[in-house]
């Protein structure tokens, strides 16, 4: 019933964003949507289920250390804001990666184009399958539907409510699904408290700062999650995964000017920051809680939140806890899809140039369809692939995908010289290989170092060498 009355609201707003919609509509919105909504909306897309889910359950493997990463958000999202927002309104473009053609050419175009749509169906995708596997797991197998037949329910709901009026329609939604997502994590941190006899806030801060894995430092330079490596990896993973990224530069780009995204960006900062130090604080309470019931922890750490959520919590609980993980499947698979397609549609099939207005529309729905299908596909095949934390499993991914976008923009932006075109895509292909191989051997050729999610310093670096290499005279 909760599921089915969500998905109501959903299609209603679908139905009123996409009335009088143009043939335009699906990838700007028209440029008119309001910048708070954009804001409010994106820490939903950002957050998705990875953080809803995986965030709270690593706490038990590494404490607080996942906020030196949202630590190096801030600085990541500040040079958004002041490089590539400018740069993208001065070009007034629909797709970002537009800007790799005037900058270098054609194969340097399609091979950032490439690269975005690779990553982003990769990592939506997990997100997808995470969320799916607990919607599997609280409601599906109860009623005998197997996984696959969900995820396809789960993908087709996508493909409904977005298929017409797209980007204005996913605004919209977005900001809905993030007011579920908050209000989920925080009843849930109400009920915990009251549960375990916190005195108010007061208490609660206490409890969480007085606990051994609520600490956030760590400056062992060989670790994974030293300091300086997560907070370098923050900063340039907010700048591959927002600023280079179509889904998320999409919606600023349907703010009315350049100084509304910017002031979408900045409050989005604050509040994304405030968010995950609620969803790691969350964490501590759920192994408190488990604790002192003397319930046995889930194998998986991502299994944590929503074990305890619908076998142990109260029924008011678990209802939030659904109507949270929900809204978390969709707010990021919705605008990815509408990315994806405004992606292929602009960087592969050239849509505004090559088709009719009436023909483009069909074409469109086409491209949207066949990557709901291909979303699908993923979903199954990571769901017999996987053995890991899915956050990890996202940002190790964006690592190897985005490091090309990464030395291709900082190439572009701060330096003068012109490349050999035609090269682009081996070097594309070769920096991801070079950086595997490294972190592979890093521990033996290094002195001890492991890398971390600053694997994709090191890819986008490769990329930028390997551009200085075939620069022009």
């Not at 009355?5 to 964003?17: D, G, K, M, R, V």
């Not at 970002?96 to 184009?113: C, N, Q």
């Not at 993030?178 to 801060?205: C, N, P, Q, R």
């Not at 703010?255 to 604050?270: E, P, R, V, Y």
Request: proline fraction near 2%; charged fraction near 10%.
């Amino acid at each position: 019933m909760v599921i089915s009355a969500y998905f109501s609201l959903l299609f209603l707003i679908s139905w009123f964003t996409s009335r009088n919609v143009s043939s335009d509509t699906f990838f700007t919105g028209d440029r008119q949507s309001p910048w708070f909504l954009v804001a409010f909306g994106m820490i939903g897309a950002s957050l998705s289920g990875v953080t809803f889910i995986s965030v709270p359950g690593e706490v038990g493997n590494s404490n607080f250390y996942y906020f030196q990463v949202v630590l190096g958000y801030t600085l990541g999202y500040l040079t958004i804001a002041k490089v590539l927002l400018p740069l993208y309104y001065r070009l007034n473009l629909v797709s970002i990666y537009a800007y790799l053609e005037e900058r270098y050419g054609f194969w340097s175009y399609k091979t950032g184009a490439f690269f975005f749509i690779l990553s982003r169906t990769l990592g939506s995708s997990i997100r997808v399958f995470l969320v799916a596997g607990v919607l599997q797991l609280i409601l599906f197998d109860d009623w005998g539907i197997p996984f696959w037949v969900s995820v396809l329910i789960t993908v087709s709901l996508i493909w409904l409510y977005t298929h017409r009026g797209g980007i204005k329609t996913v605004v919209w939604t977005d900001t809905l699904q993030t007011l579920f997502m908050l209000v989920a994590v925080g009843v849930s941190i109400y009920l915990i408290g009251k549960d375990l006899g916190l005195a108010g806030i007061s208490g609660f801060i206490s409890t969480v700062t007085q606990d051994s894995r609520s600490e956030i430092f760590n400056w062992d330079w060989q670790a994974g999650t030293n300091f300086f490596k997560q907070f370098a990896s923050g900063t340039f993973i907010t700048i591959v995964m927002t600023g280079l990224d179509q889904d998320m530069m999409q919606k600023n780009l349907t703010c009315k000017s350049l100084g509304d995204a910017q002031k979408n960006m900045f409050w989005f900062t604050i509040i994304l920051v405030v968010v995950n130090l609620m969803f790691l604080s969350l964490g501590v309470l759920l192994y408190i809680y488990s604790e002192t019931n003397g319930i046995a922890l889930p194998t998986r750490t991502d299994d944590l939140y929503p074990f305890l959520a619908t076998q142990h919590f109260s029924a008011i609980a678990g209802i939030t806890f659904v109507l949270g993980i929900t809204a978390a499947a969709y707010s990021s698979a919705d605008s990815t899809l509408t990315a994806l397609t405004t992606s292929f549609c602009y960087d592969f099939l050239n849509i505004e140039k090559r088709y009719e207005k009436e023909r483009q529309v069909t074409v469109r729905k086409q491209v949207h369809l066949a990557f709901t299908l291909l979303m699908f596909v993923v979903i199954l095949i990571f769901r017999w692939l996987n053995d890991q934390s899915v956050i990890n499993a996202v940002f190790i991914i964006a690592g190897y995908t985005y490091g090309p976008l990464l030395g291709l923009y900082a190439f572009g932006l701060f330096t003068k010289w012109q490349v050999k075109d035609k090269f682009v895509p081996y070097l594309g292909v070769a920096a991801p290989v070079i950086a595997f191989i490294i972190s592979k051997n890093s521990e033996t050729w290094l002195w001890g170092y492991k890398f971390g999610f600053e694997i994709l310093i090191l890819n986008g670096l490769l990329m930028f060498t390997g551009l200085w290499l075939i620069r022009k005279k």
